[in-house]
């Protein structure tokens, strides 16, 4: 990858994180909290990444904007036919995983 030129690079990182949406999207039985608790961020997490990168650039995205646009939906008709309410142990294992995190910060 250094060896890219930066405009090579910005397109393969680009078509690289539209395969990670298109596989997000293609397992949507994989929970927000599943991707938390296993790699500590989510879909809402992708989307606010893209709003801070498009101000880094000085264009105006919105956050529910860029949720739709991660999500392929509307975030509310997403979350009404494939998120299912957090079991008592995906929220122990979230708690367990930000202490862990508190603990070795």
């Not at 991707?35 to 809402?44: E, G, K, P, S, V």
């Not at 264009?59 to 998120?83: I, L, N, T």
Request: with cysteine; aromatic share 8%; proline share 3%.
């Amino acid at each position: 990858m250094q060896d890219l030129d930066d405009a090579t690079r910005t397109e393969v990182e680009a078509a690289a994180f539209r395969r990670l949406l298109k596989h997000l999207d293609d397992n949507k039985d994989v929970q927000n909290i599943d991707l938390m608790i296993l790699a500590d961020f989510c879909r809402n997490c992708l989307s606010k990444w893209l709003v801070t990168a498009a101000s880094e650039q000085g264009a105006d995205v919105d956050y529910e904007a860029a949720r739709e646009y991660v999500y392929g939906m509307p975030y509310s008709e997403w979350k009404a036919h494939y998120q299912a309410p957090a079991t008592p142990e995906q929220l122990a294992a979230l708690e367990a995983r930000n202490q862990n995190k508190k603990d070795n910060a």
